[in-house]
């Protein structure tokens, strides 16, 4: 993990319960079948407030992010959905801590619980280390932990298991297709147990059957971990596929243009899926959406 920076506190539970609008209750454990779970009542795991975002290039400042507030819930999938160049990524960095903001705040509601990381990142990018094997990739997190060799071998293995490349414990990345070394990543992410995943486009360069292969292993790994997980796509498809909520953003600066619950049933595979609510549902987050894939285009 990187510094922390002074604007992207960190409350624990026992200190700072971050109250929702609406009354927070206990009902988060069971958000894995039925409908999705977007407009039930539930604590709030991550709030963003007033977030001003600026680079400054080679041409000038670019201001990446102007005004965005955002809650996520506790256990909830939520995709980023937005025009590219929108800033999204910057603000899946601003809450790992790899950036800090101008302005505005971001609080993480932590669990107390031992030296859990707060969030972890997978990248479209690989980011497995080429000199590790897939075993030691998936354990780095946790040998960085101090766990004992052991013990995070164990657990390395059962995520090997759970990915579906048991059998390439000792292979090493370029001996990897793209899907493999992604669910590497994937696998390493979960094994480090954050209390938030952080996912910026992970299957964006992968074919179309690896990377709904790759979505349905993700849900797998989700819903047994409850885990809060932030992800940024510009697929409104996949955003539909994986997500509780989205939040659609509006075209540079980023902010929240408008948050679409995903009331379809889960699990969301082919025979169960509901076409006409589906269809209904990408319609409405293409309204949201043309306008500013419009002037994204018109600016470039
Ligand atoms: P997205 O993830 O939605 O594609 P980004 O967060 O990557 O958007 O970028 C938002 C805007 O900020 C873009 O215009 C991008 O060019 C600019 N940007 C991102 N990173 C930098 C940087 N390190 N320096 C200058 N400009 C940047």
Known sequence: ??????????ATIQDTRMESPRRPTDETADSRSGPATGTRERPVRIRASGIEKSYTGRDGDVQALSGMDLEVYDSEFFCLLGPSGCGKSTFLRLVSGLLEADAGEIDIRTES??????????????????????LDNIAFGLKMRGIDKQRRYEIAREY???????????????QLSGGMAQRVGIARAFANDPQVLLMDEPFGDLDAQTKRYLQEELLSLWSESKKTVVYVTHDI????????????????????????????????????????????????????????????????
């Open 1 to 10: 993990m990187s510094d922390r920076p002074t604007n992207r506190r960190m």
């Open 113 to 134: 619980d031992g030296d859990r990381p707060t969030t972890s990142m997978v990248f479209q990018e690989k980011g497995i280390f080429p000199w590790k094997s897939v």
């Open 160 to 174: 090997i298991e759970k990915v579906n490349l048991t059998g390439f414990e000792n292979a090493y990345p370029h």
């Open 237 to 300: 498809e996949e955003a539909i596929q994986l997500g509780d909520r989205l939040g659609v953003m509006g075209a540079r600066p980023g902010h929240i243009k408008e948050i679409v619950d995903v009331d379809i049933e889960r699990p969301r595979t082919r025979e169960n899926l509901d076409i006409a609510r589906l269809e209904a549902l990408q319609t409405r987050v293409w309204d949201v959406l043309s306008d500013e894939v419009q002037r994204t285009v018109e600016e470039q």
